[in-house]
């Protein structure tokens, strides 16, 4: 799993938390030990959507920051990441997956594109917004008549002559 990090795509995921949350993570620390206990992702996503996550446990045992982080996740879906976007708890609290939480982050991101009222910093691209197109009848009807490559017609061009790959020789003898 560790193989899967990009420690480029961290240090970007980092760099827009402290922009948004205006504080820098703490020196010397590891990216993933500095998330761990959830207090940034949830100043994080306070500071995106004020009062999203109504409790930040700053202090407690181990169930009290795993909860941070589940406030977290929490926050994500009603901001607006899908579920599927987002990391297991285990993930990041037993550092089993910090690429998926790394994801998670980005997804967060992409979703600042949704809400106007948000005048930060973006992370990542902006997602693709729907086209959706209307035909008439009389369009969808002019297609009827063409007769597509794949249905056969290749306007005269033939296979011949072409190999697929060398044939075969077989020495006697030798």
């Keep these: 799993?560790?193989?899967k990090r990009d420690r480029d795509q961290e240090r970007e995921a980092q760099h827009w938390i402290e922009t948004v949350?205006?504080?820098?993570?703490?020196?010397?620390?590891?990216?993933e030990d500095c998330l761990r206990d959830g207090i940034l992702l949830c100043r994080l996503m306070n500071r995106l959507s004020p009062g999203i996550v109504p409790?930040?446990?700053?202090?407690?045992?181990?169930?009290?920051?795993?909860?941070?982080?589940?406030q977290f996740q929490k926050a994500c879906i009603k901001y607006g990441v899908a579920d599927v976007d987002?990391?297991?708890?285990?993930?990041?609290?037993?550092?089993?997956?910090?690429?998926?939480v790394t994801?998670?982050?980005?997804?967060?991101?992409?979703?600042?594109?949704?809400?106007p009222e948000f005048r930060g910093p973006y992370l990542g691209p902006r997602p693709a917004e729907e086209n959706r197109r209307e035909?008439?009848?009389e369009q969808l009807r002019a297609g009827e008549g063409l007769i597509g490559l794949q249905a056969g017609s290749n306007k005269g061009a033939t296979q011949a002559g072409l190999n697929f790959g060398a044939t075969r020789k077989i020495l006697l003898g030798k």
């Design 55 to 70: 409790k930040i446990n700053t202090s407690g045992g181990d169930y009290k920051m795993m909860d941070n982080i589940n």
């Design 103 to 115: 994801t998670t982050i980005f997804a967060v991101g992409r979703a600042c594109y949704k809400h």
């Design 86 to 100: 987002l990391f297991q708890t285990t993930d990041l609290w037993d550092r089993k997956n910090v690429a998926l």
């Design 135 to 137: 035909f008439t009848e």
């Design 21 to 31: 949350i205006g504080e820098k993570f703490p020196a010397g620390h590891v990216y």
């Design 1 to 3: 799993v560790a193989g």
